[in-house]
C-alpha cells in the first residue's frame, strides 16, 4: 500500500488548512484511514481516524476545530484543519489500516505561526 500525501504548509494562526492522502494498492473494502502527528519534542500522537463504517476518533484537542473525511472509493482521506493554533505545528501522518498490516505515509509539515 502507497500513501501520498499532500495539503501542508504554513499558515497563520486561526487559519485552515486541508490534508489529503491517496492511498493506491490495495482493495480492501474494510479499513481504516487516519492522520497522526508528532509534534516538536512529542511523541506521534492520533488526531483523527474513520474506518470503512464511518466511525470516526477525534483527539480531545482537535474536536469541533478538525474534520475528517473520505471519497466513496475509500481511497483518499481528507483533514480539514480550522481554527489552527500554534500548538497544532507538526508533521503529519497518514496512516492506512486493514487485515494485512499497517502503513505509514512520509509526512507533511504543518506549521502555525504569524
Known amino acids: 500500500v502507497q500513501l501520498v500525501e499532500s495539503g501542508g504548509g504554513l499558515v497563520q494562526p486561526g487559519g485552515s488548512l486541508r490534508l489529503s492522502c491517496a492511498a493506491s494498492?490495495?482493495?480492501?473494502?474494510?479499513?481504516?484511514m487516519g492522520w497522526y502527528r508528532q509534534r516538536p519534542g512529542k511523541e506521534r500522537e492520533l488526531v483523527a481516524r474513520?474506518?470503512?463504517?464511518?466511525?470516526?476518533i477525534y483527539a480531545d484537542s482537535v474536536k469541533g476545530r478538525f474534520t475528517i473525511s473520505r471519497d466513496n472509493a475509500k481511497t483518499t482521506v481528507y483533514l480539514q484543519m480550522n481554527s489552527l493554533k500554534p500548538e497544532d505545528t507538526a508533521v503529519y501522518y497518514c496512516?492506512?489500516?486493514?487485515?494485512?498490516?499497517?502503513?505509514w505515509g512520509q509526512g507533511t509539515q504543518v506549521t502555525v505561526s504569524s
Open positions: 496512516i492506512y489500516t486493514y487485515v494485512l498490516g499497517t502503513y
Open positions: 494498492g490495495s482493495s480492501s473494502s474494510n479499513n481504516a
Open positions: 474513520i474506518d470503512t463504517a464511518g466511525i470516526i
